[in-house]
């Protein structure tokens, strides 16, 4: 009876939240097989896994204009401060900091602030390239929704760099569209770089040029375990606790007719929505889903739907 009794608890706790139950996908990336999936195309809040589409749009920007994120120097908005939460850098508005320190915090400690800050600077970037002036974090989550639409993100709207629901700012998207936007942005050097970080140094100028420096934990728990290499994690009431993971096996090499050798990566992305132990269930995942993996190429490598079957994540840029 007890048991009962917690489960409706945490049933009627989840309606309550705006939340729909778990949901998860585990994908190939590199062949885009589902492996396994649940409530997966059902929209939802993600939190701050919405912070991988902003990490890879400054990584796709740095890369566009040939831009050092770590000379690029940005500057804290005041509209930064306005949203609230947690600070852990301490940051005021006109602190400066590098772009790449400003990414470290967003993507491993999860900051909301130097989402923004990022989002600013390279929004602003992107209206003075286009001859156009405005808000610069508008600008940017136009720059999340486009890539969006160029990589198949049907059922995902950003609607702020950071993923906190606030009034007339609340996202969605999909354990399959995460999946999606995981791939894309796992394929980027730069970016996979930080996310498998488990912690970095970073250092904050404020408006005086007193520098004060702070050490960056990655919130994924899983990183430094065999073979993890990122992504994200993400915590909201509406969403419940959420996790992007990226696993690295040692890729398939064959020998071609020519003499060549033919080298095939392989890495799972697993994607858990709405689980208070996300991170035991996203490790839980790993074995079933290369066992399933293995399987499918046993066989063949068959395909019946591929719509259902496939994860198609093109390359626009």
């Given at each position: 009876m007890r048991a009962l009794f917690l489960t409706l608890v945490a049933l009627l706790s989840s309606v309550a939240h705006g939340q729909q139950g778990e949901a998860y996908m585990v994908v190939e990336a590199n062949s885009g097989k589902v492996l396994m999936a649940s409530n997966s195309v059902v929209q939802r809040s993600v939190a701050s896994l919405n912070k991988i589409a902003t990490g890879t749009i400054a990584v796709d920007w740095a890369d566009a204009t040939g831009a050092d994120i770590s000379a690029v120097i940005a500057t804290v908005p005041p509209s930064?401060?306005?949203?609230?939460?947690?600070?852990?850098?301490?940051?005021?508005?006109?602190?400066?900091?590098?772009?790449?320190?400003?990414?470290?915090s967003a993507l491993l400690g999860s900051d909301n602030i130097a989402a923004m800050t990022v989002a600013n600077h390279v929004g602003q970037e992107i209206l003075r390239a286009r001859g156009r002036e405005g808000d610069g974090v508008a600008a940017f989550v136009n720059e999340m929704n486009e890539l969006g639409k160029a990589i198949g993100l049907s059922k995902t709207r950003f609607a702020n760099p950071h993923g906190l629901e606030l009034p007339k700012q609340k996202g969605y998207s999909t354990a399959a569209d995460v999946a999606k936007l995981s791939?894309?942005?796992?394929?980027?050097?730069?970016?996979?770089?930080?996310?498998?970080?488990?912690?970095?140094?970073?250092?904050?100028?404020?408006?005086?040029?007193?520098?004060?420096?702070?050490?960056?934990?990655?919130?994924?728990?899983?990183?430094?375990?065999?073979?993890?290499?990122?992504?994200?994690?993400?915590?909201?009431?509406?969403?419940?606790?959420?996790?992007?993971?990226?696993?690295?096996?040692?890729?398939?090499?064959?020998?071609?007719?020519?003499?060549?050798?033919?080298?095939?990566?392989?890495?799972?992305?697993?994607?858990?929505?709405?689980?208070?132990?996300?991170?035991?269930?996203?490790?839980?995942?790993?074995?079933?889903?290369?066992?399933?993996?293995?399987?499918?190429?046993?066989?063949?490598?068959?395909?019946?739907?591929?719509?259902?079957?496939?994860?198609?994540?093109?390359?626009?840029?």
């Open positions: 930064a401060l306005a949203i609230g939460g947690p600070n852990p850098l301490s940051l005021q508005a006109g602190d400066r900091l590098r772009l790449r320190d400003a990414l470290y791939i894309y942005a796992m394929r980027k050097p730069g970016f996979t770089f930080i996310v498998r970080q488990k912690d970095r140094q970073v250092t904050v100028t404020g408006a005086d040029g007193a520098k004060r420096s702070f050490n960056v934990r990655n919130t994924n728990e899983l990183i430094g375990e065999p073979n993890i290499l990122g992504v994200k994690t993400g915590t909201t009431a509406a969403a419940g606790p959420c996790v992007s993971v990226s696993v690295e096996r040692d890729p398939l090499v064959r020998d071609k007719p020519d003499g060549e050798k033919a080298v095939t990566p392989r890495r799972l992305i697993i994607v858990v929505l709405n689980n208070p132990d996300r991170f035991n269930r996203a490790r839980g995942f790993i074995s079933p889903g290369w066992a399933s993996f293995d399987r499918w190429v046993a066989a063949g490598a068959p395909i019946e739907d591929r719509r259902k079957e496939i994860l198609d994540v093109p390359n626009p840029r």
